[in-house]
């Protein structure tokens, strides 16, 4: 067994992973055949909103109604549950047929030949000439060594969504902040909105909070990756990361973001805003849909991704949702990747973006109006952007999602709580980025 399961194995230990609707000694990647069409595959969704839960199981229904005799049982895990459970599972050899999940997924479950190869099956799909660039682009995160491993879903650039009447009350006007939005003004307006009745911000603590901090620290510094020397150093050895990372992590520290949110993942951060707990929220196109059913009409926007003040190109980390993996131990791996190449064909991946309010993952799908007028429009646009610079992951470490879903969060933590400081946070880090790429790039 590869080297990423030895850090993997501990989430397994006393976890009771059950069979995800088979019977007798076959686990859920393995699929059971009763006949010759009699067949069932597993589909196991770590990303499971009731709005995109709708749209797989209509796809679902329509794959089994062309493949008589296929049946696909359909489950959900908890976003923030969903990493430790595939893990376990992917060590005890039960995973699904089918699973979800997003970079750190993929990573763990490639390095150790858990899930297939996609690559060729998706160019002979029909559907992959028609990637949009931002697709195209992205689907570099889901692959190694130039090779597919997981079809992304959608595409969600982020926003700042803002909470229009705290912010007047702050003294902004919301046009004057389009014109002139930059990292450094939204700084300034999370501590103006601050006040004893709510907060400046919600603050992501929890995992892949520090994606965050990695966009703050590039942005600042004016680098796209991790490593932009080629070599073990990291940015986060970089002469002034103590500084950013104190400016950041002090918007939590210094009270600007509730004191819980030491633990909020991507579900507290958005009730935070929409609640009216916070004022601000960094956060991706998907949010759009809370906040029109749970705020008032015009008494929230969304503002663009902050610009840097010297003009300089602004660094985003890609935003997705989650990409459809096969294991590469289901007994039915060829038909379990054509249902993922049919959840990934324009009209359901269409149905799928809307239904997650995201960006399709094709080209002739953006002309639809629904992404050509209102907040989606800025999204749209955003992806356009020619001064816009996309941040590169080291998707070379095979342990680099286990970074940013775990040990990350808890140096960041450590530093939040007050138990250690900025500097023993980043040197940690930074060790252990350096050890990670010398052990798998050398």
């Not at 489950?75 to 979800?100: Q, R």
């Amino acid at each position: 067994m590869k080297r990423v399961l030895a850090v993997i194995l501990s989430l397994a230990i006393g976890l009771t992973v059950a069979a995800c609707g088979t019977s007798g000694n076959d686990g859920p990647g393995q699929g059971t055949s009763q006949g010759t069409n009699d067949v069932k595959l597993t589909f196991m969704n770590v990303y499971g909103l009731d709005e995109i839960n709708s749209v797989y199981k209509d796809g679902i229904a329509q794959f089994e109604k062309d493949h008589p005799g296929v049946t696909v049982e359909y489950t959900t895990v908890p976003w923030d549950e969903g990493f430790k459970k595939v893990m376990a599972m992917s060590a005890s050899n039960t995973l699904p047929d089918i699973v979800t999940g997003d970079i750190s997924y993929m990573l763990a479950l490639a390095a150790d030949d858990k899930i297939v190869d996609l690559t060729d099956a998706w160019k002979a799909s029909g559907n992959y000439e028609d990637l949009c660039s931002a697709a195209l682009r992205s689907s570099d995160l889901f692959s190694i060594g130039g090779r597919v491993y997981a079809i992304p879903d959608a595409y969600s650039p982020q926003g700042i969504y803002v909470n229009v009447d705290m912010l007047k009350e702050a003294g902004y006007n919301i046009d004057d902040l389009m014109a002139n939005w930059t990292w450094d003004k939204y700084i300034e307006v999370i501590k103006a909105a601050n006040t004893s009745e709510h907060y400046g911000m919600s603050f992501r603590g929890g995992g892949n909070g520090f994606m965050r901090f990695y966009e703050y620290l590039c942005n600042k510094i004016g680098v796209d990756s991790m490593f932009p020397d080629n070599n073990h150093t990291s940015i986060l050895e970089h002469p002034d990361a103590i500084k950013y990372f104190e400016e950041f992590y002090g918007l939590y520290k210094e009270g600007y973001s509730p004191t819980d949110s030491i633990n909020w993942g991507f579900k507290e951060m958005v009730e935070g805003f929409v609640s009216g707990q916070t004022a601000t929220l960094n956060n991706t196109t998907e949010v759009i849909a809370t906040c029109t059913e749970r705020m008032e009409d015009g008494t929230w926007t969304v503002l663009p991704y902050p610009k840097n003040s010297d003009g300089s190109s602004t660094k985003m980390v890609w935003g997705h949702s989650a990409g459809m993996m096969v294991s590469s131990g289901s007994a039915n791996a060829d038909l379990a990747t054509e249902l993922v190449m049919y959840l990934s064909s324009h009209e359901v991946n269409s149905e799928y973006a809307k239904a997650l309010v995201s960006l399709p993952i094709y080209s002739s799908s953006l002309n639809d109006p629904f992404y050509q007028d209102g907040l989606m429009k800025g999204f749209a646009d955003t992806l356009q952007d020619p001064n816009l610079q996309y941040l590169t992951q080291p998707t070379d470490l095979t342990q680099w999602g286990y970074f940013l879903s775990d040990y990350s969060v808890g140096e960041c933590q450590k530093y939040m709580s007050g138990m250690q400081s900025a500097e023993d946070t980043l040197n940690n880090m930074a060790e252990w980025l350096r050890n990670e790429y010398d052990t798998d790039i050398g």
